[in-house]
């Protein structure tokens, strides 16, 4: 298949699940690789004026530039995948397959962010929106947890999209704020079926060389902020 699809990646950043969709898929796509700002940890200024939402990922396709995660797949799978690493509505676990694809951007990433920036600021454990999100959280990895006791990924017994969107929430996120699994065994056994992954390993040697998958029980020692 040809395609003119060019990646624009924000090493450690959630762009990772671009690269691996492209990988999972075979497609042929261009990565153009960024580093963050070590100060700030932002994207850089020519990461930033390829879109004006200036986040990581960003694609370029002809002349379509297009952000944000959800709409990325979505342009990726509708474009070039024909149905693979999806669901069809016939299927008995679509709306697994929908829940857990859009549960990682739409709960499970803002509530990580929000508890990230309760972190660098300070925030008392007991503040009630600093709780209230903890126990979204809480109760989403254990959901998670129990579907994977029964399946072997999130959509149930195929390996789906839904994977390649949820992942970087449960690994490389953990650089920026420290969770741990200890009370998910099914999410740690997960987590290292996904590491074996060809295609996952060569999205990570591509776009983050050197990065090791944070697929550990405890949270990682070396945090990024
Ligand atoms: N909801 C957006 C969030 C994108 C986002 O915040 N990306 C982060 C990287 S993980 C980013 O670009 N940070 C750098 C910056 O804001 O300068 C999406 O899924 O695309």
Redesign the pocket.
Known sequence: MSSTLTVHH?RR???ERVTWLCEELEIPYKLVSYD??PQ????PED??KLHW?????IIEDGNIVL????A?FEYIQTKYANGRLSLPPTHPQYADYLFWLHRA?GTL??GL?NLMFCRINGTPDDDFGRQHTQKRIDENFQAMDLQLSRFPYLAGDEFTAADCMTVWSLTT?RLFIPYGFEKFPNIVKYLERISQRPAFKKALEKGDPGLKPVISVSPPENLLV
């Open positions: 924000l950043s959630q762009s963050r700002d700030t940890m932002s994207a990461f930033r939402a200036g986040t990581s990922p952000a944000e995660t959800g990325v951007n990433q803002p962010i996120l």
